[in-house]
């Protein structure tokens, strides 16, 4: 019997990628687009039993596939899911004739009964589910909404940890080097907690200069100083009932935590020039790539206030961490930056080796500004070693390293000259060097098994095997050993 084919319209790369998945492994056919002007272009020329659509997308912001989509009168159902629900959008939604309409984050089983029943009321269920599905682990949790990409062990338990916290209300410490995507990482929090109807405040600490903090902070009231010539709102007035972002807390000076240690421990403030106290009802999530704790002994941050923003810490991991993460969002990349024009297509095996030596110190930030430079040079359809030359370039300032990551006590060994004095290595001939001993030391220990090497070297399966290819080992071999050996 065919599948039911579902068409999936929206803009967050791993929502879309994680639905499909899911999908297909309760028995359906999927294709995913990423706007409304796609998902128009695939109604008119495929076949399609359902669509599920994001409301807030490039080619949907008015409602534009809803309302063109309801204009050709197909009968096709709609399932909208959304992650800014609002009662105008709902009632709209539905005068257009959808058949559903679901709040982001929504558990996969109560989005399968959605499917069904859809299909059903328009008599074209015909998939049959896959029973093995209802035990995969994915399909337990909750889809997040979020643009942030990754498939890389730290990353997923990252999503992890961040579908736990979208549930809790307790404040958050989000650490991390600069550029690996803390700010992404709150608005994730938000996006799919039951604040998520609420305001994402971003609050730089840096950039409110301290006469102002207050006033910024808190508000003012008409007359409370020259120049204030009428009431102001605060910027916690206006995230009530939903998240303060404070980014860069590190770099908040040690009067102005004093001002903030009230109001994240009340939930109160008194704006400069009233008598009365304003109550807010707001979470806190803060970024910084400082060690916080460090700042705390040295007298640079404030205890009290640390144990009240740090109920609960999350760590974002570094790039050169993420293994093959690197190369799928450089794709990403390469395919947002040239929008309409995609005269370019990949990169050639030099420049994907590059992509993974490189320690990538900028992270995820310096990644985008590398593909963008690639792009405006590149000359073919691949982008090549040569239009990378600035990530070789700034190696001789930051180290090559190796996408593996060893754990501690694997360290490979030292590479020298020769014998004779005449053969000195160049810096990637002692990368690759040291990294072909490390991968045989490795398989020699795990007697073969490219799985429990792949984890521990912190790469995808994928990843490992492409690794061993290109330094032609054999993983095979160490397994035919422990037979032979007994």
Same mark, same amino acid.
């Given at each position: 019997?065919?599948?039911?084919?579902?068409?999936?319209?929206?803009?967050?790369?791993?929502?879309?990628?994680?639905?499909?998945?899911?999908?297909?492994?309760?028995?359906?056919?999927?294709?995913?687009?990423?706007?409304?002007?796609?998902?128009?272009?695939?109604?008119?020329?495929?076949?399609?039993?359902?669509?599920?659509?994001?409301?807030?997308?490039?080619?949907?912001?008015?409602?534009?596939?809803?309302?063109?989509?309801?204009?050709?009168?197909?009968?096709?159902?709609?399932?909208?899911?959304?992650?800014?629900?609002?009662?105008?959008?709902?009632?709209?939604?539905?005068?257009?004739?959808?058949?559903?309409?679901?709040?982001?984050?929504?558990?996969?089983?109560?989005?399968?009964?959605?499917?069904?029943?859809?299909?059903?009321?328009?008599?074209?269920?015909?998939?049959?589910?896959?029973?093995?599905?209802?035990?995969?682990?994915?399909?337990?949790?909750?889809?997040?909404?979020?643009?942030?990409?990754?498939?890389?062990?730290?990353?997923?338990?990252?999503?992890?940890?961040?579908?736990?916290?979208?549930?809790?209300?307790?404040?958050?410490?989000?650490?991390?080097?600069?550029?690996?995507?803390?700010?992404?990482?709150?608005?994730?929090?938000?996006?799919?907690?039951?604040?998520?109807?609420?305001?994402?405040?971003?609050?730089?600490?840096?950039?409110?200069?301290?006469?102002?903090?207050?006033?910024?902070?808190?508000?003012?009231?008409?007359?409370?100083?020259?120049?204030?010539?009428?009431?102001?709102?605060?910027?916690?007035?206006?995230?009530?009932?939903?998240?303060?972002?404070?980014?860069?807390?590190?770099?908040?000076?040690?009067?102005?935590?004093?001002?903030?240690?009230?109001?994240?421990?009340?939930?109160?403030?008194?704006?400069?020039?009233?008598?009365?106290?304003?109550?807010?009802?707001?979470?806190?999530?803060?970024?910084?790539?400082?060690?916080?704790?460090?700042?705390?002994?040295?007298? &640079?941050?404030? @205890?009290?206030?640390?144990?009240?923003?740090? *109920?609960?810490? =999350?760590?974002? #991991?570094?790039? %050169?961490?993420? !293994?093959?993460?690197?190369?799928?969002?450089?794709?990403?990349?390469?395919?947002?930056?040239?929008?309409?024009?995609?005269?370019?297509?990949?990169?050639?095996?030099?420049?994907?080796?590059?992509?993974?030596?490189?320690?990538?110190?900028?992270?995820?930030?310096?990644?985008?500004?590398?593909?963008?430079?690639?792009?405006?040079?590149?000359?073919?359809?691949?982008?090549?070693? &040569?239009?990378? @030359?600035?990530?070789?370039?700034?190696?001789? *300032?930051?180290? =090559?390293?190796? #996408?593996?990551? %060893?754990?501690? !006590?694997?360290?490979?060994?030292?590479?020298?000259?020769?014998?004779?004095?005449?053969?000195?290595?160049?810096?990637?001939?002692?990368?690759?060097?040291?990294?072909?001993?490390?991968?045989?030391?490795?398989?020699?220990?795990?007697?073969?098994?490219?799985?429990?090497?792949?984890?521990?070297?912190?790469?995808?399966?994928?990843?490992?095997?492409?690794?061993?290819?290109?330094?032609?080992?054999?993983?095979?071999?160490?397994?035919?050993?422990? *037979?032979?050996?007994?």
């Amino acid at each position: 019997m065919t599948a039911n084919r579902i068409l999936i319209a929206d803009d967050e790369p791993l929502y879309r990628q994680t639905t499909g998945e899911l999908l297909r492994k309760a028995g359906f056919d999927c294709v995913c687009v990423s706007n409304g002007d796609d998902a128009i272009v695939a109604l008119n020329s495929q076949h399609f039993d359902l669509v599920l659509s994001d409301l807030s997308m490039p080619g949907n912001f008015k409602m534009e596939l809803l309302k063109k989509h309801s204009k050709r009168r197909s009968a096709t159902p709609i399932i909208v899911i959304t992650g800014v629900p609002s009662l105008p959008t709902a009632i709209e939604s539905i005068r257009l004739g959808i058949t559903d309409y679901l709040l982001k984050p929504v558990k996969f089983e109560d989005l399968l009964v959605s499917v069904r029943a859809a299909l059903e009321k328009a008599g074209r269920f015909r998939s049959e589910p896959n029973e093995a599905s209802a035990d995969h682990p994915a399909s337990q949790g909750a889809l997040l909404a979020t643009s942030m990409l990754g498939n890389s062990p730290p990353m997923r338990e990252l999503f992890e940890i961040i579908e736990r916290l979208a549930q809790s209300d307790s404040n958050i410490l989000i650490t991390g080097e600069s550029g690996t995507g803390k700010e992404e990482v709150a608005q994730t929090i938000h996006r799919n907690s039951n604040r998520r109807g609420g305001r994402f405040q971003i609050i730089d600490c840096t950039a409110i200069p301290e006469m102002l903090f207050e006033s910024t902070l808190f508000g003012h009231k008409k007359g409370a100083f020259t120049g204030a010539t009428h009431d102001q709102v605060g910027l916690l007035s206006r995230c009530h009932g939903g998240t303060a972002f404070l980014d860069e807390l590190g770099e908040l000076p040690l009067p102005m935590q004093s001002k903030l240690l009230r109001a994240v421990q009340q939930q109160t403030f008194t704006p400069i020039g009233s008598n009365g106290v304003e109550s807010v009802d707001t979470r806190f999530i803060c970024a910084t790539n400082r060690d916080l704790q460090l700042e705390v002994r040295e007298g &640079r941050f404030r @205890q009290d206030l640390f144990y009240r923003l740090a *109920v609960i810490h =999350v760590h974002v #991991p570094a790039l %050169r961490e993420r !293994g093959e993460d690197i190369v799928l969002l450089a794709d990403y990349f390469l395919t947002r930056l040239q929008q309409d024009r995609e005269r370019v297509h990949g990169f050639d095996g030099d420049a994907h080796d590059l992509l993974l030596q490189y320690s990538w110190p900028g992270n995820i930030r310096e990644l985008q500004n590398v593909i963008e430079r690639a792009l405006v040079l590149a000359q073919g359809q691949t982008i090549t070693a &040569r239009e990378l @030359q600035g990530i070789r370039d700034n190696a001789s *300032v930051h180290e =090559v390293a190796s #996408p593996i990551q %060893r754990p501690a !006590g694997k360290t490979p060994p030292k590479v020298t000259e020769s014998a004779t004095g005449d053969a000195v290595l160049s810096r990637d001939d002692a990368v690759r060097i040291a990294e072909r001993d490390y991968l045989l030391e490795l398989l020699e220990s795990l007697r073969g098994n490219v799985s429990e090497a792949a984890r521990q070297a912190g790469l995808s399966r994928q990843g490992m095997h492409k690794l061993l290819r290109s330094h032609k080992i054999d993983a095979g071999s160490f397994r035919r050993q422990r *037979v032979v050996g007994g």
